[in-house]
């Protein structure tokens, strides 16, 4: 192997000392490089809520999601989000277990992404009228993902757009 390499090298003499240092420096660039095997990052695993952020429309600004707020994917095409929207008030009688579930939502399916839109297919909802055939498709918009933050995005047909905020937790 290496004679044939030096027999190739009778020819490197003619070229200019340009185009041999060019040639030099692609070679050891080459062979220092690392390779590209690090996968992009992945919308697969569990990520908790923390901002849900409004632009436009009357009430435009951030908001810290201090209720838990669960969307799982999962390598098979399946998701889960589970979330609260407001905090349940204390007490064990019907009518507080009742009123801490009318605050609840959980819904899952399958999903898809098409390039940045994120496809949702809802099977399963705790509000029955989200499984009615006219409501099970709904598509966000995948604005951000790193190995640890979360970033989509919906807009209304009044140009509101929200922007759902998560960080990886497993």
Request: proline share 4%.
């Amino acid at each position: 192997m290496h004679s044939r390499i030096f027999s190739h090298l009778k020819y490197f003499h003619k070229p200019s000392m340009t185009l041999k240092a060019v040639v030099c420096s692609f070679i050891v660039t080459c062979l220092t490089m690392p390779s590209i095997s690090a996968a992009e990052p992945s919308i697969v695993g569990v990520w908790l809520g923390t901002q849900v952020e409004v632009v436009g429309g009357d009430n435009a600004g951030i908001t810290q999601v201090t209720n838990p707020r669960f969307l799982m994917y999962t390598a098979g095409g399946h998701y889960m989000l589970n979330f609260e929207l407001r905090d349940r008030e204390p007490g064990n009688s019907d009518r507080a277990i009742a009123d801490a579930n009318r605050g609840y939502s959980s819904w899952g399916g399958t999903y898809m992404l098409d390039g940045t839109d994120i496809i949702y297919i809802r099977r399963i909802s705790n509000n029955p009228t989200l499984m009615l055939p006219e409501n099970q498709r709904a598509v966000r918009q995948l604005r951000a993902v790193t190995d640890t933050m979360l970033e989509t995005y919906t807009t209304n047909d009044e140009g509101v757009t929200t922007i759902f905020r998560y960080r990886r937790i497993e």
